[in-house]
């Protein structure tokens, strides 16, 4: 599996969005990267969201690819700008397989669901 780097700090030029997938590719990922071959919509391209919109992002995977949203993680990236096109609010695309080496974290279901008031 790919080496994941944990950086908080995000380099300049590049923005941190997420995609969320079923965790039965995560192996896939770690080796080829997010591939826009892969895409199952009209576009095939790699779809992105914003930190906001993965509880959003997670249902609609299932509703996608079938499963459960236990089943679902979600990788946070570090991209380059210049590979992104906005659809609309918080919601991006990328017409470039993102590498393996832009993945700076991944997401799963516990994660998601702890309540924010807990944690502070």
């Given at each position: 599996?790919?080496?994941?780097?944990?950086?908080?700090?995000?380099?300049?030029?590049?923005?941190?969005?997420?995609?969320?997938?079923?965790?039965?590719?995560?192996?896939?990922?770690?080796?080829?990267?997010?591939?826009?071959?892969?895409?199952?919509?009209?576009?095939?391209?790699?779809?992105?969201?914003?930190?906001?919109?993965?509880?959003?992002?997670?249902?609609?995977?299932?509703?996608?690819?079938?499963?459960?949203v236990q089943d679902v993680v979600v990788l946070?990236?570090?991209?380059?700008?210049?590979?992104?096109?906005?659809?609309?609010?918080?919601?991006?695309?990328?017409?470039?397989d993102i590498p393996p080496g832009r993945i700076?974290?991944?997401?799963?279901?516990?994660?998601?669901?702890?309540?924010?008031?807990?944690?502070?």
């Amino acid at each position: 599996m790919a080496k994941v780097t944990k950086s908080r700090k995000p380099v300049k030029g590049t923005v941190r969005l997420r995609h969320a997938t079923p965790e039965r590719n995560l192996l896939s990922i770690a080796d080829d990267g997010l591939l826009c071959s892969k895409a199952k919509g009209k576009m095939k391209v790699v779809w992105l969201h914003t930190a906001a919109k993965s509880t959003w992002a997670v249902i609609h995977t299932v509703g996608r690819h079938g499963g459960r949203v236990q089943d679902v993680v979600v990788l946070e990236l570090s991209i380059p700008r210049s590979w992104l096109r906005r659809n609309r609010r918080g919601l991006w695309y990328s017409t470039r397989d993102i590498p393996p080496g832009r993945i700076v974290d991944v997401v799963d279901f516990d994660s998601l669901s702890e309540s924010p008031v807990e944690a502070a």
